[in-house]
């Protein structure tokens, strides 16, 4: 089950916009409610429960039971109870005795976590199924499911003692660096309200002995059919729905709902700054985030609150393009501010600004921020910058609305259950097109001047200064109060600075051509041959649901460096994303990227190195451009990299605990293992952006070696069009790449070693296997296979029976380059007084595997998630960009793709129960890190 210790985020670029639809033009008054979206139906039980039904033709079915209380209805002796009950659904319900309900979905293929979840926020607990084939079994099951987590938790007193540990281990596996951050950080963030001590994962004290009917009071009063509503997405029939949800969901009669108390949701008034020292001794880097909170001025399901909304979502923009110029003037290392914003309830809005500091110099950032505020509430902004941010959100909107039939019913599930959460209205996307169009058109630079100061005027604004522990000696307080209290007294006048548009602009390169072609065996897959030996796959499917992707592959990687220059192929290629290219800042193309919706990123492997990206698929040819600008004119800034160095070395030096543990674990696993960390006085200190420079030459010269994937819902013919344009017209060179085998692999021998270097009350477990082994097709589905059922096994016995994790990880891999091998790894965190016999129990469920082997239910179990997990992943253009890369530099036997369900299906306990005793337990290394 998944915690959400804070609240929901929502999007409120995308998400709040829907909110501006209406059915005219002219505007409503301010407040008129909103109309809901035409294609969802809508209708309540005689009891009060409230059902949401979308249409849709794609297949499976999405169901999500929202209950609209969490920790916020807690009393005093119920802190942590809210949460509770969501395990206890879990744990038995009146047709489904103990987690019967959960093994029949396990049965068809429905698997806990991706398929099955629940988490408890503030002021809603959501339980989720995930049904991709919806079978009448499935549906059914389903239904009575949530119908019994509604109104049937059994809350056995066996199942409920023993839940106790398990909630504990929650707890304790969000210990660490992250967590002391986070949690100072939502100090500030709900500060003045009750929300600060209502973490939904409660006291610990009362999760260890609060009684029985206390959980069950909470559940008696807040699970009310009233304060409840029921979303199904799906291709079913409707009519026949709404007769099953009748009979499954109308039994628990009709009662009076408790009301909410108005005061939980207030925010004291706080005008003056609030500022929290965040420092460290496991943090290097340095953050400052600033936010301003305020009341909506209007619910968001009138006309006032949807124009207010808009103009937030003009304003930001704007402020973001200044930052950004700042940026690049170099007055800021870094800048920006969330356009989406949040909710943090119904009623409370906050807008997050995040800002790096040169050194320590947090004022002088702050100064520099505060500033551009101030400006936009004193001074209007230009008449250009309004017309900019006006056409890219009506840009945006309308490539969403061209769009909508592809998002996921997932998706759509979730955005229609957050909304009513938050009691926020949802249209389709070309709703908010409409409507926004209507708002937005009367909107003038005084406007959004007038909207800004009225914000500053009533917001309570919140700084958390983010750094390492040394900086705590110079820190003051009162100093940022005081420059808060000066800029707010200020004129700064007009911004004088010009952000420069941003337009990729490219002389047009000399075309180059596709001199081979051929169909490989697979459904609508081709390769290509281009004139410069450049090797391009292109899937084109239109029922590949997500953005088009692209994977350029190139054998070297991190095998090219020496002993004495690890880290090189990474800098190399990372470098240039902090320089630029061209005549292109990195700020620039990141905003050009966002505009497009675009993402192309560099990466580096231990074999492979190149670019992953996305993009819509109009937008193919314009992430094709960016990427021949990439390989063909990176900048290589010295001061850029001393920055980075800089940075880098503070990282390092106050690394967290838990990486120190994955750096030993390298080491100690692997021959050759030093090559897989980075240490403080490493070779990297010497690394020069001239010999950075080189080794991106050496790194993208090599065209004869390129392999570039193109997967998606594209035009084979408009591919071929951008691809002779921009791909084939990088230069031909003779030169040539492999990757080198530096004798990297697991050691095969066992051992035992404990790092007692835990930072909290905490020890993480590593356990590890590792082999020799032949690669072949059918071991490594077996393998899948196989982890599954241990992973199965290891959770019924750790956390089921002894209560003594949360939750484990268990992955293993059958390698193929540079040698086969067998690796896998098992991962969990528990109490430190319960390592050993958490450890021993690990040990014991794995030789019983190994030597008496899985069972024919197991198999069957095993088989039907994987099926089950892998019909999306045959849908996704990110699976096939990333497939048919791997398969290009592994062997090029791309038929094996089209035969692994044959295999799969011809896979029989006896080759589970083969690979199981070849390969469980083998060569164990534990590792263990403990507290001192």
Known sequence: ?????????????????????????????????VPTRTDMQHFTLDNGLNVYLLPRAQKGIEMRQLVKSGSLQENEQQRGLAHFTEHMAFKGTTHFPGTSGFKQLEQQGIKLGNHVNAVTSFNATTYKLSL?????????????????????????????????????????????????????????RYHGSRYAERDPIGLLDIVRQAPLDQAKAYYR?????????????????????????????????????????????????????????????EYGDRVIQFSLQRDAVAPLNTSAGQRDDLLDNLWIPILNQRLAVLVDNGELPSASVNEQGALLDEKRRQQLMIVRPSGQD?????????????????????????????????????????TQQRYQNDYLADQITTALAFQMPLFDKKQQLFMTHALIKDVKPADLQRHVAAFLESASPRLALIGPDSDSAAFQPQAFTTLWQQIRRSQPGPFALQARAVALTLPAPVTGQISGHQPLPLDNTEQWTLSNHITVIVKSDKALQDDVQLSLRIPGGRSLETEATPGLVEWALKLPESSGYGSYSSRELALFSKQHNLTLQPYSELLYHGYRGSAPADELETVLKLLYLKITQPQFNGQKLEQYKASFASSLNRMPVERKFLDNINRESYLHGDRLTIIPEGNWRQFTAYQLQQSHQQLLGATQDMTLVIAGAVDVQRVKVAVERWIAALPATDQRLHWRDVGIRPKMS??????????????????????????????????????????????????????????LGFASMLAKLPVPYYTGRLNFTTAPERAEEMTRLTQTVIASLRQHGVTEKELKEAKNLWRTEKQPAWQSASFWADTLAQTAADDKNFARLDQELAIWNRLTVADINRVAARYLGQNEKVFMLTPP
């Open 221 to 281: 009063t807040w699970y009310q059919p009233e304060r409840m509503a029921l979303v199904l997405v799906s291709e079913l029939d409707h009519s026949a729905i709404k007769s099953a949800i009748s009979r499954y969901f109308s039994s628990k009669p009709a009662q009076p709902a408790t009301p909410d108390n108005p005061e939980w949701q207030r925010f004291a008034p706080q005008s003056a700054l609030l500022v929290s020292p965040i420092f460290d001794r």
């Open 362 to 402: 947090y004022q002088g950032a702050l100064r520099l921020l505060w500033t551009e505020v101030q400006r936009m509430a004193t001074s209007p902004v230009s008449d250009d910058e309004l017309n900019g941010v006006r056409q890219r959100l009506l840009a945006k909107l309308s490539q969403q609305a061209a």
């Open 132 to 188: 991709p084939q919806a079978t009448p079994e499935q549906t059914a099951t389903g239904l009575q499911l949530l119908s019994d987590w509604a109104q049937g938790i059994t809350f056995e007193q066996e199942a409920f003692e023993k839940e106790r540990g398990v909630i504990v281990e929650e707890w304790r596996v969000r210990q660490g660096v992250g967590f002391r951050i986070n949690q100072a950080l939502e100090q500030l």
């Open 1 to 33: 089950m998944r915690h959400n210790p804070f609240t929901y985020r929502v999007a409120i670029g995308i998400m709040s916009l829907a909110l501006l639809s209406c059915t005219s033009t002219d505007r409503p008054s301010a407040d008129s409610a």
């Open 750 to 807: 066992s051992l035992t070693k404990t790092y007692p270097l835990a930072s909290s009350d905490k020890s993480m477990i590593s356990i590890q296997f590792a082999a020799p082994a032949q690669w072949s097709a059918q071991e490594a589905l077996a393998l899948q296979l196989l982890d599954t059922i241990v992973s199965q096994r290891l959770r019924f016995a750790l956390r089921e029976q002894a209560s003594g994790i949360y939750a």
